[in-house]
């Protein structure tokens, strides 16, 4: 196996090869997508609603996005690990920004960094970026920008909404970053931005005509099941197969079948 590198993103795209990118949290599901051969794995703050059970992004902190992010690298052979930068630890002014993204890369181990936003925050990229550190940019439906949407529904369907956000994409390849999240946009728009770029758009809602598609592991499993966007393509019943795993382990415990004579000392 290769490394994969954002320069290895780039000329997927240039190739014409989509690219596959998904969430993990944690040591033993990131060496499963890591082994599976996935191209990129991202460590979300959609770990705040997927790991801690809260209803929006915002709660997570910069301290535990990096141990979810730390435990993914100790799994990692091949992927390319991009890490958000939680809600609160970037948006207050460029320092912020660059010492939270530094925290990350020092603490985590992790080889990029993900921020929402288009122009508002240009000059925390531009910075981060004067680091060395790569930036993948999140245009869209901006999750940690819920409260001022009021709405998950999709983005960008009006002209005035469609403009800015083109003009946020470009920015954010001028700016420098290597790749950008197109999330629950319709997919004409998602495609006119994938060909103006030269650098790789990924979707999440945002049709087939980018340049690769990012999921939420355990919503593509199957083991969240409140969750039912348009989007979302389940690839197991996950939650109907560890149920019925546990009731059959109660089971085997209180009619004393588990453990046999093979399975103890
Ligand atoms: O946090 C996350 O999982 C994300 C993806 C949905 C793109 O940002
Ligand atoms: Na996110």
């Known amino acids: 196996y290769k490394r994969i590198t954002t320069k290895t993103l780039v000329d997927m795209k240039k190739r014409g090869e989509k ?29 705040s609603n997927v790991m801690a059970g809260h209803e929006t992004t915002l709660p997570i902190t910069l301290d535990q996005m990096i141990y979810h992010a730390t435990s993914v690298v100790r799994a990692i052979e091949r992927s390319l690990v991009v890490v958000d930068i939680p809600f609160g630890s970037y948006q207050s002014d460029p320092k912020e920004a660059l010492r939270s993204a530094i925290r990350i890369m020092k603490e985590s181990g992790g ?13 925390s990229v531009k910075r981060i970026l004067n680091a060395g550190i790569p930036v993948m940019g999140h245009l869209g439906l901006t999750p940690q920008s819920i409260y001022k949407f009021g709405t998950y529904t999709v983005r960008a369907k009006e002209e005035e909404e469609a403009e800015t956000l083109k003009a946020d994409a470009l920015l954010l390849e001028k700016a420098g970053c290597f790749a950008i999240v197109l999330e629950k946009v319709p997919a004409a728009l998602a495609e006119e931005v994938a060909k103006s770029l030269t650098i790789p758009i990924i979707g ?23 969750f039912n966007p348009r989007f979302l393509r389940r690839y197991l019943d996950m939650y109907a197969e560890m149920t019925n795993a546990f009731k059959q382990y109660i089971d085997d415990v209180k009619s004393s079948d588990f453990p046999n004579d093979k399975e103890q000392y």
């Open 204 to 226: 999440i809602g945002a049709g087939n005509g980018v340049d690769g598609q990012v999921l939420v592991t355990h919503d593509m499993l199957g083991m969240t099941y409140e």
């Open 19 to 47: 690219i596959s990118m998904l969430t993990a949290y944690d040591y033993t599901m990131a060496k499963i997508v890591d082994g599976s051969g996935i191209d990129v794995i991202l460590v979300g703050d959609s770990a």
């Open 111 to 123: 080889h990029a960094v993900k921020l929402e936003g288009g122009k508002e925050i240009k000059e």
